[in-house]
């Protein structure tokens, strides 16, 4: 997967697979119920849009659930979310893009407090059901009073139509934006992403909003099950952001529930995008650790392979290079009798193929407990892009 | 730190200070009571020395210590290190670079264990008492009928002057040798070390002998400290090896013991040869972590630092970028409560200053443990190297 081109479906991956009778609608639009939009306010150049609402309807019903990166240099959207925010009754998210308030102290507390109560004030909630994102440069004083115009201009510009501008509104280094609409039976489901490894330089940044007409009885539950199959199946580079959200909104209008794995394989698709989009990223990696003793050591393997530089420009090379999967699955493992780590328990001839997906996989020969993980190539591009930004 | 140039000494680098009243001698040399030699035996193309010999005299007392790597699938020579050696009494090493022996099954142990048998025959020794370590390309077959005259050849040259041809046997994509040999007092240490991340694209591996006339009471424990301080501290990719060893033989002919924190500084700047001789580097950094809880956790975060590859690219790109710490640090404490980072807490000026080798540090301010690490710069040039090998 590069950029998708126009005969591109959404389920672009062989490793996303929705469940029967899912068809697509127009990518940028929304869930029925939901208004959205986006606008300039100057926080990025060139007039691009980075700033944003999306909102529930005035008198849906509504259930959600936000999920918060766990980073302890978490930036201030994530503390206003932890420490202001009814998470099962979000209406409403704001979002900017082009500065992440991250190390910004006290006044960046206070500068997103700010976002959210002039939101909820806009859309006449409390402010304690409005989310906070925000992603871009680090250590930056927010420019809080262009936003809080920005934020005027979002709330009046609010329609079902204003999923793209939204979508544009939380992108930074994003080569392609990454969303979907999705109907299955009498239900719809809409979702926007953005993440490329390190969004801007010095921070990964991955954000993603779901918006749904489903009956969803857990949300909470949901979102849990879903992100743990997807966004915390992948890695670019190895490196937890300051500002990741996931916000899932349910309406509940349609009175169905959502088909089984839908919402994992929609979670899982822009979870890849994320990877191939990652920062000078060519391929993408499927590793999976087979007959460990436990899913903690089949975890701890898995992700020493996926994150390991040699397998990963192993993968950029097209080198089906088994050793250095042993290498990185002996590490961590250090200290343990293993059997030998060969051939005939390594399969890595995928990376040698043709195509943009891979997968290797090894059995480690001691149980019965599996773990995969999705990762990026590691190639001179990422290296430019990282030392060639100057803070 | 680039290679040395003739007006360098040994001890290069600002972090490695050797006690007060060392003189270097001719750096191929060894300490009184060793032979040492390399040949070529076909390992290498070009001629290249490739099987070599290092060993104490006949009639020396001698008392030794071996540490070796713990990687899980390690090579075919640490299993011969581990279970047919007496460690406490090796008189001779033979070494070979150009098949690291690794994932090479039984037959590769079988084969480690007849170059430890013919070295032993040669010598006139016991098979417990010769060490085997190899470095290079893994999982294919050692073509041992080749070593096993190469290691007669080598015993039949072994002298006083071979440290430079044993040197040469050991390296593998090093760009230039990394040894010394010095005095202090009545005593003579040499050392000859290898490792440039990796070495063999697909295996990092760090070799060092160390040879002395001093008195060592207890050469594990002297062993342990010394490389605790210094290639335990030092990161290129965060790769552990298959084949790591060090040795230490000490002869105790001279009746002093080593000055106080030789060793140490001995072991550091050859680390530090490694480091900046990794693969791609140009720069040397130096991380530190003050005010820890506790050291395991002071360990944790400055590992998290010294491998992200965003603190790697900034110190290449010469970014102060603090922010990229703070996010390392952040993701090393996950889920914990910290006040948070920022520049008033991180000084990382140095990576923007001109020397090749900087510092930064990052405060915690929540213990008085901490840690530090140094680590090599990443670059377009390691991913060029690990991405166009192929098996």
Known sequence: MSAPGPEDGFFRSRWAVPPQGVTELDPSGLAPGFRAAGVHCGLKGGGATDVGIIAVEDGQELSSAILLTRNASAAAPIRVCHERCNQGDLRAAVINSGNANAATGEQGFRDAVAMQETTASELGLEAGQVAVAETGVIGVPLPVGEVVAGIGEAAAAL?????????????????????????????????????????????????????????????????????????????????????????????????????????????????????????????????????????????????????????????????????????????????????????????????????????????????????????????????????????
Not at 181 to 190: K, N, P, Y
Not at 347 to 374: C, I, M, Q
Request: net charge negative; charged share 25%.
């Open 159 to 391: 329609s079902a139509d204003g999923g793209e501008g939204f979508n544009e509104g939380i992108m930074t280094t994003d080569q392609w934006p990454k969303r979907c609409c999705l109907r299955a039976g009498g239900v719809t489901i809409s979702a926007q992403a953005k993440g490329a490894g390190m969004i801007e330089p010095g921070f990964a940044t991955m954000l993603c909003f779901i918006q749904t007409d489903a009956v969803i009885p857990d949300p909470d539950a949901a979102l849990r099950v879903a992100v743990g199959s997807s966004f915390e199946r992948i890695t670019v580079d190895g490196q937890m952001s300051t500002n990741d959200t996931v916000l899932l909104q349910a309406t509940g209008a349609s009175g169905e529930e959502l088909p089984e794995g839908l919402l994992e394989a929609v979670l899982l698709q822009l979870a890849l995008e994320i990877v191939i989009d990652g920062e000078g990223a060519t391929r993408a990696g499927r590793a999976e650790v087979l007959a460990a003793r436990d899913p903690e050591e089949a975890e701890r393997v898995v992700r020493a392979i996926g994150n390991s530089p040699l397998v990963k420009t192993a993968l950029y090379g097209r080198d089906p290079n088994w050793g250095r999967i042993a290498q990185a699955a002996g590490m961590a493992l250090a200290g343990e009798q293993i059997s030998e780590l060969g051939p005939d328990r390594i399969d890595a001839d995928d990376l040698a193929g043709p195509g943009v997906e891979a997968e290797l996989s090894v059995r480690l020969d001691r149980g019965d407990a599996s773990a995969h993980l999705y990762f990026s190539d590691l190639t001179e591009g990422y290296v430019q892009l990282n030392a060639e930004y100057t803070t």
